[in-house]
């Protein structure tokens, strides 16, 4: 399984990012897909992840500001990330879970300039 990521990139406090993630199967194979994010010294934390079902996922620093979604044709999964904030800085990676399975993207970075 390969899932690619991009979109990130450097924008000031208060923009809009939109993160990609193209998958080379059908997302809807996996139980889960979603998005984690790491900054410099902390855990990597789990940003939003969309079931197979369609049940959206969001962790409460991100709720009202992040939507994901997905497009099951592209195979490829969105991060809309808008009134972004210093503290949303970090490498965002893409994953998608199966069973006992994770799998992982390689990061995008996506930095906040206050």
């Known amino acids: 399984v390969q899932l690619q990521a991009s979109g990130g990139g450097l924008v000031q406090a208060g923009g809009s990012l939109r993160l990609s993630c193209a998958a080379n199967?059908?997302?809807?194979?996996?139980?889960?897909v979603g998005w984690y994010r790491q900054a410099p010294g902390k855990q990597r934390e789990l940003v939003a992840d969309?079931?197979?079902?369609?049940?959206?996922n969001y962790a409460d620093s991100v709720k009202g500001r992040f939507t994901i979604s997905r497009d099951i044709a592209k195979n490829t999964v969105y991060l809309q990330m808008n009134s972004l904030e210093p503290e949303d800085s970090g490498v965002y990676y893409c994953?998608?879970?199966?069973?006992?399975?994770?799998?992982w993207g390689q990061g995008t970075q996506v930095t906040v300039s206050s």
């Open positions: 994953n998608a879970g199966q069973g006992y399975l994770k799998y």
């Open positions: 199967r059908r997302i809807i194979s996996f139980n889960v």
């Open positions: 969309i079931s197979r079902g369609a049940y959206y």
